[in-house]
């Protein structure tokens, strides 16, 4: 007897149909009328300029040493060659026994001078005593002018006497303040993000305020230098976007900064600083790291274009999905330079056509078509 497969099949079904109704609509997928979901994006105009390739170079905004902000001894780096650090982030620390104990000692201080302030102003206390009962006998006939002059001027020498001690215990306060910021400098920390390039000396060096003890280098800080031809000069102006690709060919966007106001005589060269806007890198960026930027010739002009998601490719023809009436309809173009994700359209289409970007490639002929999102 051969076997019934039919309620396995059944139940196959069933699950196909239920995944099918669970799963999201997405570009490409057929709606429930039998329309293709897809996402566009309308034709449209934008700037266009001739641009011409120029070799300039990543430059870290921050690089340099890290000093030791106080004298003593390396304890310890805590940090390798190649190691990446957060800014605040501790690299060495030297030793402190010196800076701890100058620390308990103005502590000490700051306590004997304010038994000092109490002492004189119980002195001030006793010296106005005086003076108030020197001035109750006024009027009587055993009142001595001399007496009550002399109780008036040990007032005043006991009011300045406690000003004096409460000076003291302000500059004690002021060198243990002292003591403990020279106690935290102890631990030489980070002061920017980024990567430890050297080690400038070694656990147990004695070292001096000033001395350096690590190189770092800020590798999420950069800016792009180039060394613009003259004749090139026009198209750039504070603001202006160029294209940028990195040696990883990865492609870029990045915004002029400035100018520097010299030439170089021998290559007729201007510097010039971009400010990039970075994307995912095939590989972490450097300093000194080559850049291929792409320099505008003159003043930009504007071209209709359309998305490079939209070119199909049939042969030697470049061909896109014109949304119409509901339905895509094939329509062959002619394309120019590129601008970015967008080709120049020299000819096919026209301002405001929606074209499918997503979704395009199972399209046939007059299918109809639903559109779920726009670029």
């Not at 897809?38 to 170079?57: E, F, K």
């Not at 010296?127 to 002059?149: D, I, P, V």
């Not at 359309?306 to 061909?319: E, L, N, S, T």
């Amino acid at each position: 007897m051969i076997p019934s497969y039919r309620p396995a099949r059944i139940a196959l079904a069933a699950l196909f149909c239920a995944v099918a109704v669970a799963w999201p609509a997405d570009p490409g997928a057929e709606a429930q009328n039998g329309a293709m979901r897809v996402r566009v994006d309308t034709v449209r105009s934008v700037p266009l300029a001739q641009t011409v390739s120029v070799i300039g170079r990543l430059v870290a905004q921050r690089r340099g040493e890290v000093a030791a902000h106080v004298n003593g001894p390396i304890e310890a780096y805590l940090v390798e060659v190649g190691d990446r650090v957060e800014a605040g982030q501790t690299l060495a620390v030297l030793d402190a026994a010196i800076l701890e104990a100058e620390r308990d000692l103005y502590i000490a201080r700051i306590g004997e001078a304010r038994a000092a302030v109490a002492a004189r102003q119980a002195e001030l206390a006793l010296a106005r005593q005086e003076y108030k009962r020197m001035e109750g006998l006024r009027t009587s006939a055993a009142f001595n002018h001399a007496r009550f002059e002399d109780a008036r001027q040990r007032v005043a020498i006991a009011q300045a006497q406690v000003k004096q001690a409460e000076t003291t215990v302000a500059a004690a306060r002021a060198d243990l303040q002292l003591a403990e910021i020279n106690l935290q400098d102890a631990e030489v920390r980070a002061p920017y993000a980024g990567v430890v390039t050297a080690r400038l000396s070694e656990a147990g060096s004695y070292v001096q305020t000033g001395d350096p003890l690590l190189r770092m280098i800020g590798d999420r800080d950069m800016e792009v230098e180039a060394e613009v031809p003259f004749q090139y000069l026009a198209g750039l102006a504070p603001g202006v976007r160029v294209d940028i690709e990195l040696d990883d060919g990865t492609r870029h966007e990045a915004r002029m900064r400035a100018m520097l106001p010299t030439e170089n005589p021998l290559t007729r060269t201007r510097t010039v600083r971009f400010v990039p806007s970075f994307g995912p890198t095939e590989r972490p960026l450097a300093h000194d790291q080559s850049v291929t930027l792409q320099i505008p010739i003159g003043a930009a002009s504007e071209v209709l274009s359309v998305h490079k998601d939209a070119i199909i490719k049939q042969g030697a023809r470049d061909m896109v999905y014109v949304v119409v009436d509901g339905a895509a309809q094939p329509r062959p173009v002619e394309l120019g330079a590129a601008v970015g994700s967008r080709f120049e359209v020299l000819g096919g289409l026209q301002d405001g056509d929606r074209v499918v970007v997503r979704g395009n490639e199972r399209l046939m002929p007059g299918a109809p078509v639903e559109i779920v999102g726009s670029s």
